[in-house]
């Protein structure tokens, strides 16, 4: 079965699933070079289709998603149309909510957003503009309404209860065994629709944004059953466009219940504040995350955990609102020069630090408290598990994620590398193929699912062509060995970028679009936030072969391949990569890693360190580069020692 996977939000990608198996990804900002951009293009789905080696016509289902009251900007794809209308062949699979709809005399018009051409035709709010015209390539023709566009559903089937909204306390008392029972919720988040690409008329569903975030998580943990939370930065808390609580059993996700936080937001504002970042969903959250340690949680207070519905009964007030005032007004309370507040060269100052670990604490114990009650609630319903996975932007969080890891009731935890909203589009997919399809999971530890190396190919003639075009200006030459000639660089405390074949999905380089360097340097900080045009307080993560991770490292999952977790660096000879609470957030090499785990064997056999600094291969504000050209344009403009791709050593031409 092929399923064609369409998500139109930010982070725009496309997915073909081939059996269940991913056999294309294209994520749209990696090829138009604009950061989190929204939708798709026609070059994207064509580029998927033939990376996937199919045609249109080989498509039997799409699954289209998007972000939370985005519109699906057809008109950016020739030949596309989408009707919210279902497909003869969609009658196979039942539509609760189809039903639900027509109980109250709607239809799906009735309820679709398109809230993007009015906020950047309006300006309004501030805040929305200012995130969604910093990622909308299009933004000037969306304002005028040149694209053609068909609204967004985000709410489904909707419990009474979830309604009313519950806090996280509330929540965990209630028995939702029942819920394992309801075709309503099993089958009421998606729409039947119609696809028409290029005259062919496909059978299609829309896919609630939390589904597919729950979908693109569950369906690729290896898991039999699980627990399933998702969150991202959206929302106040109210309805379910925050996230959900899912349970996972075999092919199937059942939504259990809304967790109404509203921490990512919080997270989100708070990092504004701080000016870390210019707007929402443009912005670099993780900057916040890598602030706190330089910080301590004086702001913190425990009356704070809880979701939106415990802050307004406590506090009349929603949850980010009442943290950044409380924030500020204790620091001037306690006598902070709050002139350094947002003020850039003074980042690390109290004012600044202490606002960020006490917004880190206090994310981590609502998001520890949300799984806590989550795992009370499960237990009340006799649904017994120990895994949990987590999904949406806020589970790229690594020091929360590693508290899950240490102190949360679940015994094993997964966190998808594609976790933020580029994942969408596998997990559209995803839900057709086994929630709507009922195809069975895959054999359990199938490590295509959950491999981050989804990028489109580079074949040897695209590097061999690209530095043709960069003749006289760099010099490249073949190297019979790349990995230990890198390695050999890396000792010589040369900086290097590592190129190597399909590049990774989510924001974490990972090996095949990296800068490496010499970890036991400490110079090599802020060199490399140098070459980056970073921060200089800004950390570092290690590279470390997973068999040698326990003897350098502490406090995390034995495999941690994707970034996603931090643990405490036993050892002083890795200053490099030490945040300054000796912390690392860590990535655990294998062979399933290509060349680049080669590269870190070969260091290892020349120093006895089985670690490698690894940042991600861009530029300020820039994707991770994905084609040859754009790396060699780095090597160019940058300070880089020399860059590896294919069987070459390139360096910049000498004047």
């Known amino acids: 079965m092929n399923i064609l996977g369409l998500h139109f939000g930010h982070d725009g990608a496309v997915c073909v699933l081939r059996d269940g198996l991913i056999a294309s990804y294209v994520l749209r900002e990696r090829h138009c070079r604009l950061k989190h951009a929204i939708g798709v293009t026609r070059a994207d789905i064509d580029l998927a289709l033939r990376e996937a080696g199919i045609e249109i016509g080989d498509i039997e289902y799409c699954a289209v998603t998007s972000t939370q009251n985005i519109e699906l900007l057809v008109g950016l794809v020739n030949g596309l149309e989408i009707r919210t209308v279902a497909h003869p062949k969609c009658a196979a699979f039942p539509s609760p909510f189809v039903e639900l709809l027509a109980q109250r005399g709607l239809s799906p018009a009735n309820v679709q957003t398109s809230s993007l051409q009015q906020i950047l035709a309006s300006g309004a709010p501030e805040l929305q503009y200012a995130a969604y015209s910093a990622v909308c390539v299009e933004r000037e023709k969306v304002a005028r309404g040149e694209i053609a566009s068909v609204g967004w559903i985000d709410n489904y089937v909707m419990l009474d209860q979830w309604q009313q909204g519950a806090t996280l306390e509330e929540m965990s008392r209630r028995n939702v065994a029942a819920l394992l029972d309801s075709a309503a919720l099993k089958y009421g988040f998606h729409l039947p629709a119609t696809v028409v690409l290029d005259g062919r008329e496909l059978p299609a569903f829309f896919v609630q944004h939390h589904m597919a975030h729950a979908a693109s998580v569950y369906y690729r943990a290896g898991y039999r059953e699980a627990a399933v939370l998702t969150h991202d930065g959206f929302g106040n808390g109210v309805g379910y466009q925050s996230g959900l609580i899912f349970y996972g059993r075999g092919h199937e996700l059942f939504p259990l219940a809304p967790h109404h936080l509203a921490i990512g937001a919080l997270y989100d504002h708070t990092s504004l504040a701080l000016k870390l970042h210019a707007a929402g969903v443009a912005g670099m959250q993780g900057k916040l995350?890598?602030?706190?340690?330089?910080?301590?949680?004086?702001?913190?207070?425990?009356?704070?955990?809880?979701?939106?519905?415990?802050?307004?009964?406590?506090?009349?007030?929603?949850?980010?609102?009442?943290?950044?005032?409380?924030?500020?007004?204790?620091?001037?309370?306690?006598?902070?020069?709050?002139?350094?507040?947002?003020?850039?060269?003074?980042?690390?100052?109290?004012?600044?630090?202490?606002?960020?670990?006490?917004?880190?604490?206090?994310?981590?114990?609502?998001?520890?408290?949300?799984?806590?009650?989550?795992?009370?609630?499960?237990?009340?319903?006799?649904?017994?598990?120990?895994?949990?996975?987590?999904?949406?932007?806020?589970?790229?969080?690594?020091?929360?994620?590693?508290?899950?890891?240490?102190?949360?009731?679940?015994?094993?935890?997964?966190?998808?590398?594609?976790?933020?909203?580029?994942?969408?589009?596998?997990?559209?997919?995803?839900?057709?193929?086994?929630?709507?399809?009922?195809?069975?999971?895959?054999?359990?530890?199938?490590?295509?699912?959950?491999?981050?190396?989804?990028?489109?190919?580079?074949?040897?003639?695209?590097?061999?062509?690209?530095?043709?075009?960069?003749?006289?200006?760099?010099?490249?030459?073949?190297?019979?060995?790349?990995?230990?000639?890198?390695?050999?660089?890396?000792?010589?405390?040369?900086?290097?970028?590592?190129?190597?074949?399909?590049?990774?999905?989510?924001?974490?380089?990972?090996?095949?679009?990296?800068?490496?360097?010499?970890?036991?340097?400490?110079?090599?900080?802020?060199?490399?936030?140098?070459?980056?045009?970073?921060?200089?307080?800004?950390?570092?993560?290690?590279?470390?072969?997973?068999?040698?991770?326990?003897?350098?490292?502490?406090?995390?999952?034995?495999?941690?391949?994707?970034?996603?977790?931090?643990?405490?660096?036993?050892?002083?000879?890795?200053?490099?990569?030490?945040?300054?609470?000796?912390?690392?957030?860590?990535?655990?090499?294998?062979?399933?890693?290509?060349?680049?785990?080669?590269?870190?064997?070969?260091?290892?056999?020349?120093?006895?360190?089985?670690?490698?600094?690894?940042?991600?291969?861009?530029?300020?504000?820039?994707?991770?580069?994905?084609?040859?050209?754009?790396?060699?344009?780095?090597?160019?403009?940058?300070?880089?020692?020399?860059?590896?791709?294919?069987?070459?050593?390139?360096?910049?031409?000498?004047?």
């Open 289 to 655: 995350m890598g602030l706190a340690p330089y910080g301590k949680p004086v702001f913190f207070h425990h009356a704070l955990v809880g979701n939106w519905y415990e802050m307004q009964r406590r506090f009349k007030q929603d949850q980010v609102g009442t943290w950044l005032r409380f924030c500020r007004q204790m620091a001037e309370n306690m006598g902070y020069d709050m002139s350094a507040l947002g003020v850039k060269a003074r980042m690390t100052e109290p004012a600044n630090a202490d606002i960020a670990a006490s917004t880190q604490k206090l994310f981590e114990e609502c998001y520890l408290y949300a799984v806590s009650m989550a795992k009370v609630m499960l237990l009340n319903s006799r649904i017994a598990t120990d895994n949990l996975c987590l999904s949406g932007g806020t589970a790229l969080n690594c020091p929360s994620n590693s508290r899950l890891y240490r102190e949360s009731p679940f015994r094993s935890i997964f966190v998808e590398p594609s976790c933020s909203d580029d994942g969408l589009a596998i997990g559209c997919a995803l839900y057709v193929h086994h929630q709507l399809a009922a195809a069975p999971l895959p054999a359990k530890g199938n490590g295509e699912l959950a491999s981050p190396y989804l990028g489109v190919p580079v074949q040897k003639r695209e590097i061999v062509e690209a530095l043709r075009r960069y003749e006289g200006r760099v010099t490249a030459r073949s190297a019979a060995n790349p990995a230990r000639q890198a390695a050999q660089d890396l000792k010589a405390d040369r900086v290097v970028g590592w190129f190597e074949g399909r590049s990774e999905v989510g924001p974490r380089a990972l090996g095949h679009r990296s800068i490496l360097a010499n970890p036991t340097i400490k110079e090599n900080w802020q060199r490399v936030n140098a070459i980056k045009q970073r921060e200089v307080w800004r950390p570092f993560a290690p590279a470390v072969l997973e068999d040698a991770a326990a003897e350098w490292f502490s406090g995390m999952p034995a495999a941690s391949p994707y970034m996603l977790f931090t643990a405490q660096v036993r050892s002083d000879r890795l200053p490099a990569i030490t945040h300054v609470d000796g912390s690392a957030r860590i990535q655990t090499v294998g062979s399933q890693c290509g060349a680049f785990y080669d590269v870190l064997r070969e260091f290892r056999e020349l120093t006895g360190v089985p670690v490698v600094l690894n940042t991600s291969f861009n530029g300020p504000g820039e994707p991770i580069v994905e084609k040859p050209a754009e790396a060699l344009d780095f090597l160019l403009t940058s300070k880089l020692d020399a860059l590896y791709m294919g069987d070459f050593r390139i360096t910049r031409a000498a004047k």
